[in-house]
Structures are given as C-alpha cells and as structure tokens.
C-alpha cells in the first residue's frame, strides 16, 4: 500500500505512518511494522519469509510489487485468494497471509509467503 512512512523522530521515538485501505494496512505492518518494532525492542530477527509455489498463478503482472492473499494448501503450496482490492476485507479474513510478487514476474514462483 501507499502511502507508507518509516522514520525515527529527533528523539528517538520510531514513526510508522500506514496507508489508508484495511488491506494495505495488514500487509504494511506485517511487511514493515512488525519487523521494525521487533528491533526496535531489540527482539531477535524475525525469521525469513518461506518460498511458496502456487496453485493458480495465473497470467496478470504488475510493474510494481504485488502483495496477494493466499490460503495454504496441504500439500505446502500456496492457492491466490480472489479478492476485490485493498479494501476487500472479507476475501483477506480466509487467507492464511499473503505472497509478495516482484515486479513484472509472472508465473508460479516460487515468492516469499508471510503468514499472518
């Protein structure tokens, strides 16, 4: 989503601004947010996201990165969740997180899946 803002105020205190749609908010602070509170109180590292195929990649690309809703399947792969856009909160309450596609990529994957 944007727009996003990450910055550290003059005295320390951390700012995270978050975009405006319920979805983006999820995938921002999941993406961004949780990640940077996690250090801020010097927890250790949020571990790396897992690759996961899918199911259903179809054949759409977007020149910028794509964050989809996906529900796992039992066999490890990752089924893409139809959904009406980021404010499309019904579809993004059944997934079980999200994938983060990069730009013009197309395809099956595999993409970084981040659960929720």
């Given at each position: 989503g944007k727009p996003a803002l990450g910055?550290?105020?003059?005295?320390g205190k951390p700012i995270l601004g978050l975009p405006g749609n319920p979805v983006s908010v999820l995938v921002t602070g999941r993406?961004?947010?949780?990640?940077?509170?996690?250090?801020?109180?010097?927890?250790a590292a949020i571990s790396l996201p897992t690759l996961v195929r899918l199911t259903n990649p179809g054949e759409m690309t977007l020149k910028f990165w794509w964050h989809r809703p996906v529900r796992?399947?039992?066999t490890?792969?990752?089924?893409?969740?139809?959904?009406m856009g980021s404010g499309d909160i019904p579809s993004v309450a059944t997934s079980d997180g999200f994938v983060e596609v990069p730009p013009g990529t197309p395809g099956e994957g595999p993409f970084a899946f981040y659960a929720w």
């Open positions: 910055a550290v105020s003059p005295d993406r961004l947010g949780l990640p940077a509170l996690a250090a801020r109180a010097g927890l796992l399947t039992s490890g792969e990752a089924m893409l969740i139809p959904t």
